[in-house]
């Protein structure tokens, strides 16, 4: 088995006109082929940066990433996973089979084949009734759906998904949490996830790796204990484990070295 994501010693400095920004501090992590790795952290720890990095958008300043055991340079070029990022980011003039088939079409796949795999995956989305719609005639839960579809459309072996319910109210993100989990045990992608929400990354997961303030470092690794073939649906939900490992990574969070400056000296 490879591995489908490995940073090591990683570090990320901005340079900027009012001078420098440690973004990143010493991050190393490893996601196996089909894992659920959900980042949580406060805001400005990182974890889009660190998502960049490995999706080859930037570069480290120390430190290696690879991707299948290749450069995130190559895995880029070679297309070995898919991107779903807060703003679904569809094309407004094309109907949402047109936005599935984006990337095949790219990729030179052929009509007929283009077609059955954009109904495959509208199916598997929940959106087959929809197909000729327009991303404007859709719900933000829609939209979000239509894009973890494009996401998938090349069957990823991993997808890379940055706060992607971010958007959502509390009952659509929690139906997408559901269609997620259903999506990625069936195709047995890894997934590196961001996210804010505690109870998303608990539910969703098999590790959550909590982040310090900036510069964002580790601080804690939790195992869900959660099993890829454990259902998740709202009896797991409620289940006193769940509370449990929401209270872990609660914990995790609250107790990571706060460098505020307003907090020092008290
Ligand atoms: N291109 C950039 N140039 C300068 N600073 C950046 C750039 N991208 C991110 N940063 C800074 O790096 C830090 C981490 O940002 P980010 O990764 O977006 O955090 P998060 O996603 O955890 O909220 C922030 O202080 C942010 O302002
Ligand atoms: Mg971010």
New binding site residues.
Partial sequence: MQDAVRIEGVS?T???RSGQ?H??ADVSLTVGEGEFVSLI????????????LVADL?QPTAGTVEVFGKTARKARVDQDYGIAFQQAGLLPWRTVAANIALPLEIHGVGRRERRSRVAELAEMVGLSDFADHHPDQLSGGMQQRVAIARALAERPRLLLM?EPFGALDEMTRERMQSELARITAETGAAVVF?THSIPEAVFLSDRVVV?SP?P?RITSVITTGIGRDTARDEALRESPAFFEKVTEVRAALHGAPVRSPALEGR
């Fill in positions: 990320k901005f340079v900027t920004v973004a990143l952290g406060p805001s400005g720890c990182g974890k889009s940066t660190l998502m960049r930037e940055d961001v982040m900036r964002g």
